[in-house]
């Protein structure tokens, strides 16, 4: 089991930026991706980006394409995602993930950050 502890939300203007860390630890070598999904009030989680850990691939939501990036520090067994010209409707609780297989699940997850954009 991997343990995920995502820091970096808070409340930003529309047009802004953020950048969100998350820390991964324990069996950290059975790791094949990463990725950042969000769920907003009365929604359903939604996809957001993931990166591949070993080749650094990265895929993107198309509402995100451009806007943000999702990328990875090995040594510090870390992923971030840049999040730059911030939309109200970015607004979410957005949460870290990992997989430990091409064809698995995201089966670990952390406990969540809040991102608030005001207009």
């Known amino acids: 089991q991997v343990q995920l502890v995502e820091s970096g939300g808070g409340l930003v203007q529309a047009g802004g930026s953020l950048r969100l860390s998350c820390a991964a630890s324990?069996?950290?070598?059975?790791?094949?991706?990463m990725a950042w999904f969000r769920q907003a009030p009365g929604k359903e989680r939604e996809f957001v980006a993931s990166?591949?850990?070993?080749?650094?691939?990265?895929y993107y939501a198309v509402s995100v394409k451009g806007r943000f990036a999702i990328s990875r520090d090995s040594a510090k067994n870390t992923v971030y995602l840049e999040m730059n010209s911030l939309k109200p409707e970015d607004t979410a609780v957005y949460y870290c993930?990992?997989?430990?297989?091409?064809?698995?699940?995201?089966?670990?997850w952390g406990q969540g950050t809040q991102v608030t954009v005001s207009s």
């Open positions: 324990g069996r950290t070598f059975s790791r094949y991706a």
């Open positions: 990166i591949i850990w070993s080749y650094g691939s990265t």
């Open positions: 993930a990992a997989r430990g297989g091409a064809t698995s699940k995201y089966n670990d």
